[in-house]
């Protein structure tokens, strides 16, 4: 089928079968299209939680799904692609966290939302990248086990009165944006501003002109006077900062910031998930009540 087919066929069958269909950033721009809802992992599990529809479809990676499903047990949540995963999530693993816990007894575990449900339900809270900072200063407790992502919580930490654990991961997609990199780009775009997500390695943060989560990224651009922006996150930011901020000029770094496990789901995944109501995402009942008490933790603070 042809893509804008294809497109109309799923706003029909959505509109048919009372389903909402929320993606990510990152998502492929035909696949944004499509969406009901378009947002990073903060808005994500808001709206996930808000919502009336039966059954929501998400297009993301799969632990922002479980989350769409934890907070709303009693919904059909559907991903179109269920191997669809988070590389930085991966570096978490449960077992492993378990362990450091021990060694780190009086610690507060402040998860980052890219972790599975398993590494949730032993932490004390979640945070995005939107209200890292926040979080980790309202949580009670002077020390911090800070995990996965060792970039987004250094970036944090250098600013916090706390003692903060840093897990030793990262986001493939963001680490390989180094500074060398975007210097190439600002060579020949000298007028640009630096923007970039706290994935980014600590010598890309340091020397930004603003670091922010990707939707702090998408209204940065809507509201600087600035005309063109060399952008260091995910290529599937740049869709809706177009969208936002027609006329402005969008740059990336090389290579290309593209994540393979996002862009894993496609319209035709997307067309055969509403059509045969697959692939259905389920969490064991009692992991979803402890990654619950961290979510709603998150919300808290
Ligand atoms: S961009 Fe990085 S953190 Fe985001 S889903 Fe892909 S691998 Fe995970």
Request: glycine share 4%.
């Amino acid at each position: 089928m042809d893509k804008t087919v294809l497109q109309q066929e799923i706003i029909k069958l959505k509109r048919n079968q009372g389903v909402i269909i929320l993606a990510h950033y990152y998502q492929r721009p035909e696949v944004q299209d499509i969406a009901d809802f378009v947002g990073d992992s903060l808005e994500l599990s808001r709206k996930a939680a808000q919502t009336e529809e039966e059954t929501i479809l998400f297009c993301g990676v799969t632990f922002m799904a479980e989350i769409a499903k934890i907070l709303s047990p009693q919904k059909k949540v559907l991903i179109p692609y269920p191997l669809a995963g988070c590389l930085l999530a991966d570096m978490a693993e449960p077992r492993e966290v378990m362990e450091t816990k021990k060694d780190h007894p009086s610690a507060k575990v402040v998860a980052y939302v890219n972790t599975y449900a398993q590494v949730k339900a032993l932490s004390d809270t979640i945070c995005t990248s939107a209200n890292a900072r926040k979080v980790m200063e309202k949580m009670e407790g002077e020390e911090i086990l800070f995990l996965p992502d060792k970039n987004l919580g250094a970036y944090h930490a250098k600013t916090l009165n706390k003692k903060v654990v840093l897990w030793n991961g990262h986001c493939p997609v963001h680490q390989r944006i180094t500074w060398e990199s975007i210097e190439r780009v600002k060579k020949d775009h000298p007028q640009a501003l630096i923007i970039v997500h706290p994935e980014c390695p600590p010598e890309v943060t340091e020397k930004a002109d603003f670091v922010g989560s990707t939707s702090q990224l998408v209204r940065f651009v809507q509201d600087s006077p600035a005309q063109s922006f060399i952008v260091g996150t995910e290529d599937g930011t740049l869709h809706q900062m177009k969208k936002k901020s027609p006329g402005k000029t969008f740059l990336l770094p090389f290579p290309l910031p593209l994540c393979d496990q996002m862009k894993m789901i496609t319209l035709e995944r997307v067309y055969r998930s509403l059509k045969e109501g697959i692939y259905p995402v389920e969490v064991e009942e009692e992991i979803a009540m402890k990654a619950e008490k961290a979510i709603t933790r998150m919300f808290e603070l």
